[in-house]
């Protein structure tokens, strides 16, 4: 298949475009620069010029395509200006523009979202509906929409940590951070369900989901096991020889942003449903492994 995916020079982009490339595919990679650019065809795509603003240039590359996965999603965490709603706002216009220019198709569309956003204290399944208000919820019901119309959209929750070589989100950060503080932290006990995922094997969920024909609508979740906040945070401190401590929800907002409140969430989900629909096993190293091995 011809697939057209936004996201494409980014961290999970790049892992995807080989995925994709070495099962007998060709990709066509959205950039928004001409360093991007430069990454795609190295990854081995096509690049088509423009980001996730251009609704045309967004149009015409689903048009061209077989199938399309949106993995771009604006996360300048570090703009003073952030506005997570307004970025949100940004994805949904951009996947609805994609989704258009493909109605009355049978080409499958892919939405990336995340796991965060449950109600507090529960478990968030293939079925479960983000809460009203989540800044993530509009681009699910969008998905929704979608397939109650007979678009092939389906919906990919990957959760904070998608971890691998190369990864420079949540994980990185807190790294980062912990070297800024001379100290590794974690929120109240530690105690939190964190769901994480080796990058390779979110990448190959990817590419299941669009290799088979699953249903409109369908919600997959992109999530290998959970790991204790804590136990993240103490493998750091080892790693970098500093002590670990416990912050409140405060003082990690304070200090590392949108990330620092995100770590101070419960968010316990299930893959069983995504596991019987598609056939994936995540079969590659864990979170903790990977932090020793790979990320110092």
């Excluded at 530690?190 to 979110?202: I, L, Q």
Aim: net charge negative; charged share 20%.
């Amino acid at each position: 298949m011809r697939i057209f995916l936004t996201g494409a020079s980014g961290f999970i982009g790049s892992y995807l475009t080989k995925e994709l490339i070495a099962h007998g595919h060709t990709v066509i990679g959205l950039a928004r620069s001409d360093a991007s650019a430069r990454k795609v065809q190295v990854n081995g795509a096509t690049p088509l010029r423009g980001d996730l603003n251009d609704l045309e240039i967004l149009a015409s590359g689903a048009r061209e395509a077989d199938a399309v996965i949106h993995c771009a999603f604006i996360h300048d965490f570090d703009n003073p200006n952030f506005d997570i709603h307004r970025n949100a706002a940004v994805d949904v216009a951009a996947f609805r523009a994609m989704a258009e220019a493909i109605k009355g198709t049978d080409k499958p569309i892919i939405s990336t979202n995340g796991t965060l956003g449950a109600a507090v204290g529960a478990t968030l399944t293939e079925d479960t509906p983000k809460e009203d208000g989540n800044y993530r919820k509009p681009p699910e019901d969008l998905v929704a929409e979608l397939g109650r119309q007979g678009t092939r959209a389906i919906l990919i929750r990957l959760p904070p940590t998608v971890h691998g070589v190369g990864d420079v989100n949540f994980v990185a950060i807190m790294i980062a951070t912990a070297k800024r503080l001379g100290y590794s932290q974690y929120v109240g006990s530690g105690e939190s369900h964190w769901p994480t995922v080796n990058v390779k094997d979110a990448v190959t969920l990817y590419r299941m989901a669009i290799e088979q024909p699953l249903p409109a609508g369908t919600v997959l979740h992109g999530i290998d096991g959970h790991v204790k906040t804590k136990d993240i945070a103490e493998m750091i401190g080892r790693k970098l020889g500093v002590p670990t401590k416990s912050v409140s929800a405060e003082e990690a907002l304070s200090q590392l942003g949108f990330i620092g409140l995100a770590l101070s969430l419960d968010n316990p989900v299930t893959k069983e449903k995504t596991m019987a629909a598609t056939g994936w096993q995540p079969s590659h190293i864990g979170l903790l492994e990977d932090l020793d091995k790979n990320y110092f």
